[in-house]
Nanobody, 125 residues
Framework: QVQLVESGGGLAQPGGSLRLSCVAS????????MGWFRQPPGKQREFVANINWHGSTTDYADSVKGRFTVSRDNAKNTVYLQMNSLEPEDTALYYCGKVKHPMTTSTRFGNYDYWGQGTQVTVSS
């Protein structure tokens, strides 16, 4: 069965960095677009970043452009989110997701069919 397991969350100070990982199994990872979403306290889940199946194309929410970098290693079935210059507004539960249709990418929640359990990121001094 499809599994997505995130890790790497934690407490960071403003201006600090964290690197999230998402290990995938149970599907053809090398053909799947992947994305990162987050859900701040009391708010809806929102798009953060995505990456195409080859790793050659990425897209970011305006709020994280220039600070976050998404990447993938198809040999390790893993997608990463490097988060730099963290701000308190980045505090959220971070999820990785698999795009529903192979060879596509999306910024829309409804186009993802599997999600991990989430990893908490808290940015506070």
């Amino acid at each position: 069965q499809v599994q997505l397991v995130e890790s790497g969350g934690g407490l960071a100070q403003p201006g600090g960095s964290l690197r999230l990982s998402c290990v995938a199994s149970g599907f053809a990872f090398e053909s799947a677009g992947m994305g990162w979403f987050r859900q701040p306290p009391g708010k809806q889940r929102e798009f953060v970043a995505n990456i195409n199946w080859h790793g050659s194309t990425t897209d970011y929410a305006d709020s994280v452009k220039g600070r976050f970098t998404v990447s993938r290693d198809n040999a390790k079935n893993t997608v990463y989110l490097q988060m730099n210059s963290l701000e308190p507004e980045d505090t959220a539960l971070y999820y990785c997701g698999k795009v529903k249709h192979p060879m596509t990418t999306s910024t829309r929640f409804g186009n993802y069919d599997y999600w991990g359990q989430g990893t908490q990121v808290t940015v506070s001094s």
